[in-house]
């Protein structure tokens, strides 16, 4: 895969080389922007390259229409001190990051 940034359109081209032998790279490969945008680490980002780890970005702000439900339930994922989503994350072998309105 190879990408270019071009900082003053602001927008990223990825692109297969000659060596891709995957077709289904260049969706891991925008997964992975996608994951690096939202200041995921880049090890556990490059993680979706491998054939059984996906990713999904799920928004929790549309399942409830009043902000303080959401502040709380938003909490309640986490837990106190983050050991909820620990926990979460120890069971389901997944990492996980609660941003804004999404998980």
Same mark, same amino acid.
């Given at each position: 895969?190879?990408?270019?940034?071009?900082?003053?359109? /602001?927008?990223?081209?990825?692109?297969?080389?000659?060596?891709?032998?995957?077709?289904?790279?260049?969706?891991?490969?925008?997964?992975?922007?996608?994951?690096?945008?939202?200041?995921?680490?880049?090890?556990?980002?490059?993680?979706?390259?491998?054939?059984?780890?996906?990713?999904?970005?799920?928004?929790? /702000?549309?399942?409830?229409?009043?902000?303080?439900?959401?502040?709380?339930?938003?909490?309640?994922?986490? /837990?106190?001190?983050?050991?909820?989503?620990?926990?979460?994350?120890?069971?389901?072998?997944?990492?996980?990051?609660?941003? /804004?309105?999404?998980?």
């Amino acid at each position: 895969i190879a990408a270019e940034l071009d900082l003053v359109e /602001g927008s990223l081209t990825v692109k297969t080389t000659r060596k891709t032998w995957d077709p289904y790279i260049i969706l891991k490969a925008r997964d992975i922007i996608k994951l690096l945008a939202r200041s995921v680490p880049a090890q556990q980002a490059l993680r979706c390259l491998e054939d059984e780890m996906q990713c999904d970005i799920i928004k929790i /702000g549309g399942l409830v229409r009043n902000k303080d439900r959401l502040v709380k339930r938003r909490n309640r994922l986490i /837990g106190p001190n983050g050991s909820t989503l620990k926990a979460i994350e120890l069971l389901t072998g997944c990492y996980m990051l609660v941003q /804004g309105n999404t998980v």
